[in-house]
């Protein structure tokens, strides 16, 4: 037995499926999870001491190699100096500043620990400001693993989604819409069916699930016609195309295709984190004035 399969048959004794996320488990393609044990830029190594190149690159995170000097500095001198207090730090203003000089759709932003939490949060503020029920999401889009966004097409516009997790009841999932990603018949369908109930639309600008399928011009123009037509919040999922596709995120370059274009509420995490459990979501000062303890909608974490 490889160092690779002791180790897999012992994290299955004390963790489900000996994996912290699914996709770990190998299932897919088969074989035996690689354990890693170190990396240095573009490299990492497992268990048994053999170099892989990282395509993963921390599922995002990653972007400049691992152990760069600059965050090996940065994060080290966080530990020298404590990294969680439970109470307000400059560095949190710093790194909001920093963001928000790069997304001008943004003018106050909320940090969080992780993408569902940030998406979580995102699709509660919008319902809140807008004080109606139903989202749409599209098929194939993954906005982390809220109740709400476990979710596959129903039979037809007329129905809404299915929960695609045991665990989530009908119940939750009964005012999430999903569509067909850049299918614009469908999305003029839905708001004239239902478009005084929806709160929000959210969107993976580019979906990492799908192949890295892109939103289409017209489909983002359209889709922001319709939300400000209908009083609805569009909400930007750059957890994976933030500051990556550009440094302004995917929202930068539709801006460049589409006058005057902004989303009304954006997502972000992981390369903000740079490999620390970080996320955020931001939207104009009068949207996020209604979070507390400025606003009626909860949110709150360490």
């Known amino acids: 037995m490889s160092t690779n399969e002791e180790l897999f048959a ?65 994060v080290q001198r966080a530990a020298a100096e404590g990294f969680s207090f439970g109470a307000p730090t400059e560095r949190e203003i710093e790194l909001a500043e920093e963001i928000l000089s790069l997304v001008p759709s943004c003018e106050q932003i909320r940090l969080v620990s992780s993408g569902t939490e940030a998406a ?30 476990l979710v596959k097409a129903g039979s037809g516009l007329a129905t809404f ?33 239902h478009g005084a109930q929806i709160a929000c639309v959210v969107l993976e600008p580019i979906a990492g699930n799908m192949n890295f399928v892109r939103a289409s011009v017209p489909f983002v123009a359209r889709l922001r016609e319709l939300c400000s037509q209908h009083g609805a919040l569009l909400i930007f999922d750059e957890v994976m195309t933030g500051f990556r596709v550009a440094l302004g995120g995917a929202q930068s370059l539709y801006a460049q295709a589409i006058p005057s274009f902004r989303p009304d509420i954006s997502v972000f995490g992981k390369v903000i984190g740079g490999g620390m459990p970080l996320a955020a979501f931001g939207a104009t000062r009068e949207i996020m004035s209604q979070l507390a303890p400025l606003g009626p909608v909860y949110q709150a974490g360490t």
């Open 10 to 74: 012992r994290a299955q004794r004390v963790i489900p499926g000996g994996v912290n996320s699914p996709v770990r488990a190998f299932r897919a393609v088969g074989g035996t999870p690689r354990f890693i044990t170190r990396a240095r830029g573009p490299y990492i190594w497992d268990a048994e001491d053999k170099r892989y190149i990282d395509y993963i690159g921390s599922w995002g995170p990653m972007i400049l190699g691992h152990g760069h000097p600059a965050v090996l500095d940065a």
């Open 120 to 149: 979580m949060s995102a699709l509660r503020l919008a319902r809140g400001v807008t004080k109606r029920a139903k989202i749409v999401k599209f098929e194939g889009c993954y906005h982390g693993h809220a109740d709400a966004l």
């Open 161 to 193: 989604g299915h929960p695609t997790s045991a665990g989530v009841p009908e119940e939750v999932v009964q005012h999430t819409l999903v569509l067909e990603y850049n299918n614009l018949a469908q999305l003029d369908e839905a708001f004239a069916q």
